[in-house]
């Protein structure tokens, strides 16, 4: 499937540039005994600046792996992603390192393992630790982080001792942190109550409405947690991608979309 027209969000000129992200004729294959099984077979699909779009699937639709190839952590068997008008595959490795630096993935069971009985602040600020911002800057950053995902109650617990919910918000301001221009989200809220689901959801359309600049690309298995998304891609399990046509007309905000029967 070919990529669809320019989407014009809210009628603004950065909305009309070329995409963010682009993933043309994506192919990912794994091996169950002497068979070989198409996981994607020739996805193609692209992400405009400041967009925010939503990928239903099932388990083993080939949700996960295809989230992780937008983010540059795998390559395609077959096919290219393209980010900024480059290809990936064809930027030098250092090159290609700062620019995937741009993207923040986050995991569907986030891991803590590094120091675990840290407070969440120090992991919070430790990408930026890493590239060697001062510590005080670095954990200024963090403290602002949690604040933008209602989380700065948590940042002085150790991940041990925290819910499942409570770590996605932390692990959403770890990635947030790095002032990233594409938010990739593998299953927010899997296994937490209805109550925080929803209050993830609404989370993440505040990002997505909230942060000028940055792209936000969510995966889950139900498609309440995907709305408020400017479009929703679905995977059936065939390794085949349903991308919805892009609209020129007018974004229903948050919350009134949930509403909508569209």
Excluded: N
Aim: proline share 7%.
């Amino acid at each position: 499937m070919g990529t669809s027209e320019s989407f014009a969000r809210h009628a603004t000129p950065a909305a009309s540039a070329a995409p963010l992200l682009t993933v043309e004729r994506a192919s990912k294959h794994r091996r169950s005994g002497r068979r070989v099984e198409a996981v994607l077979d020739a996805i193609s699909f692209d992400l405009g600046r400041d967009e925010y779009v939503g990928l239903r699937g099932p388990r083993r639709s080939g949700k996960t792996t295809l989230l992780r190839i937008a983010a540059g952590i795998e390559l395609p068997d077959s096919g290219a992603v393209t980010w900024c008008g480059r290809p990936v595959a064809e930027l030098p490795r250092r090159e290609r390192t700062r620019r995937l630096r741009e993207i923040a993935f986050v995991a569907q069971t986030q891991a803590w393992r590094a120091a675990p009985g840290k407070p969440m602040l120090d992991h919070i600020a430790l990408p930026l630790l890493i590239t060697g911002t001062p510590v005080s800057e670095a954990l200024s950053k963090a403290r602002e982080a949690a604040v933008q995902v209602a989380a700065e109650a948590f940042v002085d617990a150790a991940p041990h001792e925290l819910p499942p919910d409570a770590l996605t918000r932390l692990a959403l301001a770890r990635a947030l942190v790095r002032d990233p221009r594409l938010l990739i989200v593998d299953d927010p809220g899997g296994g937490s109550s209805d109550a925080e689901q929803q209050a993830l959801r609404t989370l993440l359309v505040s990002l997505a409405r909230g942060r000028r600049g940055m792209a936000l690309l969510v995966g889950s298995r139900e498609v309440t947690m995907l709305r408020g998304a400017d479009r929703i891609m679905s995977l059936d399990g065939s390794g085949q991608l349903r991308v919805p046509e892009r609209t020129t007309g007018r974004v229903v905000p948050f919350p009134t979309v949930e509403e909508s029967s569209e």
